[in-house]
T-cell receptor, first 112, second 111 residues
Framework: DAKTTQPPSMDCAEGRAANLPCNHS???????VYWYRQIHSQGPQYIIH???NNETNEMASLIITEDRKSSTLILPHATLRDTAVYYC?????????????FGTGTQLKVEL | EPEVTQTPSHQVTQMGQEVILRCVPI?????FYWYRQILGQKVEFLVS????????KSEIFDDQFSVERPDGSNFTLKIRSTKLEDSAMYFC?????????FGSGTRLTVV
């Protein structure tokens, strides 16, 4: 699985958009970009994933560059409850599901 | 919204004892997983399970670990002889082909 690089921490004002970057320059053609988050010691929570097109769901938007070497997770209106560690993970889909390799992620702190 | 349920939420055990961590995955999911997170460290993959057999396991998942799907709903992780270093949060997860749902975890403390 391709390695990802994320900033260790970011701050965001409540109500503003949070833009979390991720570099994955060694991504291969059949690998997806996934985003998960972990609030305190809870189980990680799936946010969104994409292959090459931009994606949007009720939680967030995912922007993937044309060369697929980087992506940005956008939380359009961050709230205090979005304070969490955000993980960008690149992995393929195999016949047995897909293993997730977690890095250290980005600690997002949303403040008033 | 469907959930992955884990029990117990907290387990304290003596070193050398066997523990069984239980999980009820989402009913129409086909893939099941165990991960663990030692306090302050990364979330680590242990094992994936598909079609009633292990599809992948990590180096951590040695002979003291085993997984089982004893009936149509439960998915268990057994640690045969616990060590102090097995103390961690253990997360169960299930998925369709893409996109996991994790449980809230079992905090295992080995004393």
């Amino acid at each position: 699985d391709a390695k990802t690089t994320q900033p260790p921490s970011m701050d965001c004002a409540e109500g503003r958009a949070a833009n979390l970057p991720c570099n994955h320059s060694t991504i291969s053609g059949n690998e997806y970009v996934y985003w998960y988050r972990q609030i305190h010691s809870q189980g990680p929570q799936y946010i969104i994933h994409g292959l090459k097109n931009n994606e949007t769901n009720e939680m967030a938007s995912l922007i993937i560059t044309e060369d697929r070497k980087s992506s940005t997770l956008i939380l359009p209106h961050a709230t205090l409850r979005d304070t969490a560690v955000y993980y960008c993970i690149v992995t393929g889909v195999t016949g047995g599901g897909n293993k997730l390799t977690f890095g250290t992620g980005t600690q997002l702190k949303v403040e008033l | 919204e469907p959930e992955v349920t884990q029990t117990p939420s907290h387990q304290v055990t003596q070193m050398g004892q066997e523990v069984i961590l239980r999980c009820v995955p989402i009913s129409n999911h086909l893939y099941f997983y165990w991960y663990r997170q030692i306090l302050g460290q990364k979330v680590e993959f242990l094992v994936s399970f598909y079609n009633n057999e292990i599809s992948e396991k990590s180096e951590i998942f040695d002979d003291q670990f085993s997984v089982e799907r004893p009936d149509g709903s439960n998915f268990t992780l057994k640690i045969r002889s616990t060590k102090l270093e097995d103390s961690a949060m253990y997360f169960c997860a299930s998925s369709p082909p893409v996109g996991y749902t994790f449980g809230s975890g079992t905090r295992l403390t080995v004393v």
